[in-house]
């Protein structure tokens, strides 16, 4: 087993089932995630017995680093898993620390218009050592500290709701990855039993909700999640992620050149969130040669924010990152060439 594929809670579990201590766990955690060791040998302050038993029951093996793409502020990372399909991952670097975008799927099944990352089809969820390779992968190849991340690659997080549940718990955990709940963020496109189960949570970690639409008859044409769960029904969600967490969510909305970019869609927006606790986080779309959609023009989008501000809602036009690497929202294709 991977050492990896445990969260603490599970292998102090295991480790008692074996006849050791709970804080045997604490122990060889630090060392795999905090001293980054390479073998078990390392560990110092545990019994021999401790090291071997680790030797013989686990694995340390990282993600396979095919290719990695840089641009001036970002960072694309290919990797192969041991099954042989492949992933990617984002690293952005702002002045304020850097933010990893993680992949949650072997494909992805939500098959947005808009989204390069859906034309391959779901393969399966990533385990949950997937996902906290990632993040290590990247720490040591670039030998920096993560700050933020956001669960926004290749698939839909809730679709992979356990393995989400459990990397979170891992990603928070200061013996492990150690990152503060309100800097990382999950994002989904709408499934509605899942936000309502991760309001339950009841944790400060961050959601976003990809909406990209004003209403069920446009959401309907790019967005075919909306037959399953449509913006009422969202909506619904929200209000009652809110009420449960007092916590502010993330509208995303990309602009898509004459399809949801109108001066009336942006009315209609403001009259589906006025008096929601939610900002609205406008995203400039990143065209793909495979999609004949365009990006609004930037006049649009400026008056678009307008709309919003003038009617109290708060946002924002997202910063541009990747475009040159074909990393940017929507592009990741688990590919080793840069489109």
Request: proline share 1%.
């Amino acid at each position: 087993m991977n050492i990896y594929s445990f969260t603490k809670n599970e292998l102090e579990n295991y480790l008692i089932e074996n006849e050791f201590k709970k804080f045997n766990a604490t122990q060889i955690l630090e060392w795999v995630y905090l001293k980054n060791i390479k073998s078990f040998d390392e560990m110092r302050n545990v019994s021999k017995v401790l090291i071997e038993f680790c030797k013989t029951n686990f694995t340390m093996e990282t993600l396979k680093l095919i290719t990695k793409h840089s641009s001036k502020d970002t960072v694309k990372y290919l990797f192969e898993l041991t099954d042989g399909n492949k992933i990617e991952c984002v690293l952005m670097k702002h002045n304020y620390g850097n933010s990893l975008c993680i992949s949650s799927q072997v494909g992805c099944n939500m098959g947005c218009v808009f989204c390069e990352s859906g034309r391959l089809k779901k393969v399966r969820d990533l385990s949950l050592e997937e996902l906290v390779l990632q993040v290590i992968s990247v720490k040591k190849e670039e030998n920096i500290n993560i700050n933020s991340i956001v669960i926004m690659g290749i698939g839909e997080p809730f679709d992979n709701f356990e393995n989400i549940k459990r990397f979170l718990s891992v990603a928070i955990d200061p013996k492990m990855i150690g990152i503060g709940q309100r800097h990382i963020t999950v994002s989904t496109c709408g499934l509605v039993p899942k936000i309502k189960e991760f309001a339950d949570l009841d944790t400060q970690v961050n959601l976003a909700i990809s909406l990209h639409a004003p209403n069920n008859e446009i959401r309907n044409q790019i967005m075919k999640i909306n037959s399953a769960y449509n913006i009422n029904s969202v909506m619904s969600a929200v209000d009652y992620y809110i009420e449960k967490t007092n916590r502010r969510v993330t509208i995303e909305y990309i602009m898509l050149d004459d399809i949801n970019d109108s001066e009336k869609c942006a009315k209609e927006l403001v009259s589906l969130l006025k008096g929601k606790l939610v900002y609205v986080n406008l995203i400039p779309y990143n065209e793909t040669s495979n999609c004949q959609i365009k990006r609004s023009k930037d006049f649009k989008v400026k008056a678009f924010y307008d709309i919003l501000k003038k009617n109290g809602i708060e946002c924002t036009i997202r910063k541009e990152m990747g475009l040159k690497v074909s990393a940017a929202c929507g592009q990741l294709r688990a590919l080793s060439e840069v489109k």
